[in-house]
C-alpha cells in the first residue's frame, strides 16, 4: 500500500444510536477514554464542540512517556449526523494540516460510521494510521455499544450551534 495518498478511509457498524456516537466524538472525558490508541493515554486540553471551536490533546506512550500534542478546529457539526474538523500536530517534522470527516447514518442495529483522514503528514505510514483508528474505534465501541441500540436514553449531546 502507497504511503503517498495520505488518506485513510474507515467504515463501522456500531449498536448504538448516532446521538449517542456523536456525542462520544464531541465529549471530552469520552474522547480521552476512546481515542488515544492501544499503549496511550489521552489529555484532553480544551474542546469548544461547535463550528469554529477548538480542540487541543495530548497523547502519550504509557511504557515509555514520549507524547504528541496537536490540535485544530470544528468546520461542520450536523448532530448525529456529520463532524467535519482539522488537526494539526505541534511537532514540525509532522507539519501539515489534516481534515476529518465523521459521517454517521442510523440504520436498523445502531450507527453506520464512515471516517476520512486526508492530509496525514508523509512521515506518517498510512498503515499506521489505520492501525490507530481501528484500535480507537475498537475503543469507541466498547464505549458506546449499551442498552438499546436503537433509543439513547441520554441524548444530551453537546449544542453545536
Same mark, same amino acid.
Given at each position: 500500500? !502507497?504511503? /503517498?495518498? &495520505?488518506?485513510?478511509?474507515?467504515?463501522? #457498524?456500531?449498536?448504538?444510536?448516532p446521538s449517542r456516537v456523536y456525542r462520544a466524538f464531541l465529549d471530552a472525558a469520552a474522547m480521552a477514554k476512546w481515542l488515544p490508541p492501544h499503549g496511550f493515554?489521552?489529555?484532553v486540553h480544551a474542546l469548544d464542540a461547535?463550528?469554529?471551536?477548538?480542540?487541543?490533546?495530548?497523547f502519550t506512550a504509557f511504557a515509555g512517556?514520549? !507524547?504528541? /500534542?496537536? &490540535?485544530?478546529?470544528?468546520?461542520?457539526? #450536523?448532530?448525529g449526523r456529520l463532524i467535519r474538523y482539522t488537526d494539526r500536530f505541534d511537532d514540525p517534522a509532522l507539519a501539515g494540516e489534516m481534515?476529518?470527516?465523521?459521517t454517521l447514518h442510523e440504520v436498523a442495529c445502531g450507527t453506520s460510521l464512515d471516517i476520512v483522514q486526508a492530509g496525514i503528514p508523509t512521515a506518517i505510514p498510512v498503515e499506521f494510521c489505520y492501525l490507530g483508528w481501528q484500535e480507537s474505534l475498537g475503543q469507541l465501541?466498547?464505549?458506546?455499544?449499551?442498552?438499546n441500540p436503537t433509543a439513547d436514553a441520554d441524548s444530551s449531546a453537546p449544542d453545536t450551534t
Open positions: 500500500m !502507497s504511503t /503517498s495518498s &495520505g488518506t485513510v478511509r474507515l467504515h463501522r #457498524v456500531l449498536r448504538a444510536p493515554t489521552a489529555t461547535r463550528v469554529g471551536g477548538s480542540h487541543r490533546m495530548t512517556g514520549e !507524547s504528541h /500534542s496537536f &490540535g485544530g478546529s470544528y468546520v461542520e457539526l #450536523v448532530p481534515q476529518v470527516t465523521v465501541a466498547a464505549l458506546v455499544e449499551f442498552g
